[in-house]
């Protein structure tokens, strides 16, 4: 029997981890832990990349050939590390979902802060 | 992603998954010791930073479970464990697993045996080029088509006029096949009688066969005086030939007569496709040159093949054909009432063979029936047994679901066994069912196992599991936990409901059995009436020989007199033969009918002509069939050629148009009356009056089935229009007949070597091969009656005994309040035995209602047999009680002190 995920651990970025990961493999490919980093990173340390949605969002991507995997020696060190990569399915996967939460987030927008004219 | 690729990915993901694995353990071990390296520059020692950034990762197994499930089909693993698992419990419970296994295999070895049969017969496709198309045509009488039992062939007249005049057909032939003596010279072993096939080229292009070698007969070679050449068989060619190309060109004698083979023909053409008569060698049909007078409209009895033109339906061209034969039966006075059939070449496959598959087939359903039905039995008891197991995984959190998912594993897998056991028993029953399978049905040479039957198999598996594996899986599902639990140390009792479920399905079981026992019996009564008759004659030691007398070479009747009186003359002086006769006819079977004018019996139309069966013999053949003679004298060797004609009538025949009279001294015409003139032919019919000299005894003559016709018999001596080629020798010795059969051939080699003694057979043989498609059905009926008592019995006793053992205490107890061992004992018969006597009382109505199934393959016993009904259903009754007296027994010695503590 498989066990049941804890809601609030995967379900906290669903479909939006998907997104933050292409969108951080555009600049070019990376491993597991510059991937968490980046988006850590960059957005101040306000997202936390759980490792228990990392690694099964990587490789549930990877199943749908959204990316690719291959092991390679980083430059910095002389480890192998398993780097992940971008495929032109992923590039248009990252488009679908941005313009999707392009969408989601508008909307949230005129829901919370309607313009002033909006209002009857 | 393409369905290919995500099915690659899955399945790959499932089956590498080892090496998955390793990898992710790498792909997280480094990232753990980024991590570490991070947190040793933030100032931590090596060790604690080890920790924190496990710490900080979480829960790095169930990362790996989560990874895992996506790379593999959960349900599928899931299914693998719920297997691996019912596997472990069937091995830890063998009897259980073997009872099962068995059960199934039983039910479905035998639907796989009878499908194979149906699959050979019906389904698999003729090894023709578009077998659809080809079609027999046949004549019919008054608009009746009688199956297959006597279907008769148009005349050649009327297949030209067919040909020319419809519209339906790419091409139609007439043809015919004739018992021929062959012989294929010195090196090529001794002479055979042979179905020789006549036969125009179309016949060959018709069913698209080419020959392996040489070619097919010109039109021109179907001219009497251009025919001597023949096609052989491949087998033949191989058996007598060797496989030399050189056979081309080489003489065979058939008949006496040169025949140059100018074509080897391959091995395509099914035994069935000319019943008891399939060819291995083929001539021209060289047309007589009265063929195409009008005078031959009459002679029917040729067989017909026709292929349609492409679209062209059964139905359409059998309205085509109907209108024409419409109108041949207006312009021909003798083709009045003769209408056309038409029948897929497909149908004569399954033949005569058709009611008795239907019959097996309801049978074998029945075992299945039966066979799951004891499944189900089992399941429920054991679910039941297993309650507290299932109510325990509930309480850790399984679903119903899982519950009933696992339970199905375990069906599915014990059906799956049961199929591959029911399987190699079907392989297995095949093979003694080729062995046996009687000559006159040559349909079942081509039973075996092909796709269709594996998936036939694995279906019926399948099925079985899901169909009564459910429901017991649903009942042992349905559980109330706290009670389930709390009932401690003792192992589950059975709900009421699934109790009442499970006496219902022994009824069930009871009652299909009892059709099966019935329907068996039936056939076996039937069977046993038909071969024990009495046939007329003293039917031991009697060996029954072929002979052909080929005109060429017996130019006339009275040749072939002294031949067959040489031959019989010499056989009889064998040491080992008491008496031997030459004759045409002897039981069971006649099938020459004679027409005859008798004083007294005026007649003005064809139809009031006396007739009957006629045989021509020698003077000993009362003698050696050993039939009585009760008035007047016998034949006697003074009566010759030069004799005033002599005849024997059958009491029937004297009882028919003598009445009381006294028929000795009398005189009768044998022939058709004048006034009617009908043209005497060679062979057919016979121009001579005769003096009745005695009176015999009625044997059978018409066939097993049928009880005596009147049989008028003649010496050939006085007969040469009818002293034709084809004779018997019907011979009784004094030890074991077959192993007379050498010296036989030897006697008849000597006097002539080109001439084979065919089909050599016992009487008894003989009447054993025509009843063998019913011997047939009838073993298979009864081996699946067994099989479904046995099955029954299993049931009835499980059932019982498991109650035996709920009712344990209960027994005590009154054993201990003073019931008697004999009461205690009733109580458990009881049960048992109403189950089985409600089962037998619906069995009953189903065998009544089967009746459609039997009544066409009995003989002399009615389907609603009352005797037979009431007799099957005593016997299952007492085999119930036996099966139910085993736990009862157990009963008996229950002692009440021990049985009472034990809780």
Same mark, same amino acid.
């Given at each position: ?120 | ?25 790498? &792909?997280? &071990?480094?990232?753990?010791?980024? &991590? ?21 990762? %979480? ?5 790996? $479970? ?21 596997? =472990? ?97 010195? /090196? ?30 010109? $039109?021109? $070679? ?6 001597? !050449? ?26 006496? &007569? ?5 074509? !080897? ?82 149908? @004569? ?45 509930? #309480?850790? %959190? ?27 028993? #079907? ?69 009421? /409901?699934?109790?009442?479920?499970? @006496? ?16 068996? /019996?039936?056939?076996?009564? +039937? ?54 006769? !030459? ?34 013999? *020698? ?18 060797? @003074?009566?010759?050629?030069? /004799? ?16 009381? $009279? ?19 032919? *060679? ?58 059969? @050498? ?9 002539? +070597? ?43 006793? %499980? ?93 008996? =010695? ?8 034990? *809780?």
């Amino acid at each position: 029997m498989t066990p049941k995920k804890t809601p609030n651990r995967t379900e906290l970025l669903q479909g939006t981890l998907d997104m933050l990961i292409l969108r951080t493999l555009l600049f070019g490919p990376a491993h597991g832990h510059q991937i968490a980093k980046h988006i850590q990173r960059t957005t101040d340390d306000v997202l936390q990349v759980e490792h228990g949605s990392l690694y099964p969002a990587l490789h549930r991507m990877e199943r749908k050939g959204w990316i690719v995997a291959k092991w390679e020696i980083a430059r910095e060190r002389n480890r192998e590390f398993k780097y992940y990569r971008l495929t032109p399915a992923g590039r248009k996967q990252l488009l679908r979902e941005e313009s999707r939460w392009r969408q989601l987030a508008a909307a949230v927008a005129t829901v919370m802060w309607p313009a002033p004219g909006d209002q009857a | 992603m393409s369905a290919r690729n995500w099915i690659r990915s899955r399945f790959c993901g499932v089956v590498r998954r080892g090496h998955r694995a390793k990898e992710l353990d790498r &792909e997280l &071990e480094s990232h753990l010791e980024l &991590e570490a390296e991070e947190q040793q520059e933030s100032g931590l020692p090596a060790e604690e930073a080890r920790y924190a950034a496990r710490r900080a990762f %979480g829960n790095t197994a169930l990362v790996k $479970e989560d990874v895992r499930a996506i790379w593999s089909l959960v349900w599928l693993e899931r299914f693998g464990q719920d297997v691996k698992y019912g596997s =472990r419990l069937l091995r830890k419970n063998p009897g259980f697993a073997a009872v099962a296994i068995l059960t199934l295999a039983l039910g479905i070895g035998a639907n796989t045996a009878i499908f194979s049969a149906i699959d050979a017969l019906m389904l698999r496709p003729l090894p023709f080029t578009a077998a659809d198309q080809l079609v027999r045509i046949y004549s019919i009488q008054k608009g009746v088509f009688n199956t297959f039992a006597n279907p008769d062939g148009p005349s050649a007249l009327d297949v030209r006029d067919f040909a020319q005049r419809s519209r339906s057909f790419q091409k139609m032939v007439a043809y015919d096949t004739w018992r021929k003596n062959v012989s294929f010279g010195e /090196s090529a072993g001794q002479p055979e009688q042979m179905a020789v096939g006549l036969v125009p080229a179309a016949y060959f292009e018709i069913l698209d066969i080419r020959p392996i070698i040489g070619r097919l007969f010109s $039109e021109d $070679e179907n001219q009497e005086g251009k025919n001597y !050449v023949a096609a052989i068989s491949a087998q033949l060619w191989r058996n007598r030939f060797d496989g030399d190309p050189s056979v081309l060109g080489r003489k065979i004698r058939i008949n006496g &007569e040169a025949y140059t083979i100018v074509a !080897v023909m391959p091995d395509v053409i099914p035994a069935w496709v000319e019943p008891g008569r399939d060819s291995e060698i083929w001539t021209p049909f060289p047309y007589p040159p009265d063929m195409w007078s009008e005078s031959g409209r009459g002679e029917r009895g040729y067989a017909v093949l026709a292929r349609l033109k492409p679209g062209v339906s059964v139905e359409q061209a059998h309205a085509d054909l109907s209108v024409i034969a419409a109108a041949l039966a207006a312009e021909h006075p003798v083709d009045q009432g003769v209408g056309v059939a038409v029948k897929r070449l497909a149908d @004569s496959r399954v033949g005569a063979l058709r009611p008795m598959l239907y019959l097996l087939m309801g049978a074998v359903s029945l075992i299945l029936l039966i066979a799951c039905v004891n499944l189900a039995n089992l399941l429920i008891a054991r679910n039941s047994a297993r309650q507290r197991e299932l109510a325990m995984r509930a #309480a850790l %959190g399984a679903g119903r679901g899982g519950l009933v998912g696992q339970l199905l594993a375990e069906t599915l897998l014990l059906s799956l066994l049961g199929g591959v056991v029911g399987f190699a028993g #079907a392989e297995i029953g095949l093979r003694a069912l080729a062995r046996m399978h009687p000559e006159n049905l040559p349909q079942l040479g081509s039973l075996g196992i092909d796709w269709r039957v594996l998936t036939f198999t694995l279906l019926v598996s399948l099925v079985t599991s899901l169909l009564f594996g459910l429901a017991p899986a649903f009942m042992g599902t349905r559980l109330n936990l706290v009670d389930a639990l709390k009932q401690g140390g003792r192992s589950g009792t059975p709900g009421g /409901s699934s109790q009442r479920v499970r @006496s219902l399905l022994v009824i069930t079981e009871m009652a299909m059995c009892l059709m099966l026992l019935v329907g068996a /019996s039936l056939l076996v009564r +039937s069977i046993m009436r038909l071969e024990g008759q009495n046939l007329g004659i003293r039917q031991d030691h009697l060996l029954r020989g072929r002979i052909y007398l080929p005109p060429v070479r017996y130019t006339n009747p009275g040749v072939r007199t002294r031949f067959c009186n040489d031959f019989a003359t010499r056989v009889r002086a064998l040491p080992g033969v008491i008496e031997a006769t !030459v004759t045409t006819v002897y039981p069971p079977n006649n099938g020459w009918t004679q027409m005859l004018v008798i004083p007294g019996h005026p007649v003005t139309r064809i139809q009031d002509v006396p007739s009957a069966q006629f045989g021509i013999v *020698d003077q000993d053949f009362l003698r050696t069939l050993g039939i009585p003679l009760i008035r007047g004298r016998d034949f006697a060797d @003074s009566d010759g050629a030069t /004799s005033p004609p002599v005849a024997l009538i059958s009491e029937k025949f004297k009882r028919r148009y003598f009445g009381t $009279e006294d028929p000795i001294g009398r005189k009768i015409h044998i022939g058709p009356p004048q006034s009617l003139q009908i043209a005497a032919e *060679d062979n057919v019919t016979d121009d001579v009056d005769v003096t009745i000299i005695g009176v015999i005894g009625d044997f059978k003559n018409a066939g097993l089935a049928l009880a005596p016709q009147p049989q008028i018999t003649v010496l050939y001596s006085q007969h040469p229009l009818v002293n034709g080629g084809f004779k018997d020798i019907v011979i009784r010795t004094a030890m074991e007949p077959h192993r007379m059969e @050498s010296e036989i051939r030897e006697q008849l080699h000597e006097l002539d +070597s080109d001439m084979p003694l065919a089909d050599v057979r016992t009487i008894d043989e003989i009447v054993e091969a025509q009843t063998g498609g019913q011997r047939f059905t009838t073993v298979l009926l009864a081996l699946f009656a067994v099989a479904g008592l046995v099955l029954a019995v299993v049931g009835i006793y %499980g059932v019982v005994s498991y109650l035996v053992t709920q009712r344990r205490q209960e027994m005590a107890v009154r054993i201990a309040l003073g019931a008697s061992r004999g009461n205690v004992l009733w109580l458990v018969l009881k049960q048992g035995l109403e189950m089985a006597a409600i089962g037998a009382g619906i069995g009953l109505f189903g065998a009544w209602a089967g009746q459609k199934l039997t009544s066409g393959l009995l003989f002399g016993i009615s389907p609603v047999d009352p005797a037979t009904f009431a007799g099957g259903a005593a016997f299952l009754l007492a085999v119930a009680a036996i099966a139910c007296a085993i736990p009862g027994a157990r009963v008996m =010695r229950i002692d009440p002190a021990e049985a009472l503590r034990q *809780d």
